[in-house]
């Protein structure tokens, strides 16, 4: 997993995740987020586009959720979007999506972190 900035606009951080996303691309570092762009990027706005990830497996899961539950502590705001077909599959099958914020494009996750519905 390749996970890389986008745009920081100081109000929406963007970023974007390239390849798979499972326990392999997540051994190191454990929790890329936090790692690579500090503890207080929880308590921004932060969409993820996900255009480019071609799989996901429960440990994926597990680290969008982990992720979710840490924006929620802090503040922020965590909005996936541009999910491939099959990668939004297995969030439905997983019922992760009732947990998750999750928009079609990038200009309605930028409306959901602001509040509106896409």
Avoid at 39 to 58: P, Q
Wanted: aromatic share 4%.
């Amino acid at each position: 997993m390749d996970l890389t900035i986008r745009s920081d606009d100081k109000d929406v951080l963007r970023l974007e995740v390239k390849g798979p996303v499972t326990q392999n691309s997540l051994a190191s570092p454990p929790e890329p987020l936090g790692t690579l762009y500090g503890g207080e990027v929880y308590g921004r706005k932060v969409i993820l586009g996900m255009a480019e990830t071609s799989f996901i497996d429960s440990s994926g899961l597990g680290w969008l959720l982990g992720c979710n539950k840490r924006f929620r502590e802090g503040s922020g705001t965590l909005v996936l979007h541009s999910l491939p077909p099959l990668v939004l599959d297995v969030i439905k099958v997983m019922r992760v999506d009732r947990v998750l914020k999750i928009a079609e494009d990038e200009q309605a996750a930028v409306a959901l972190t602001r509040g509106a519905t896409p």
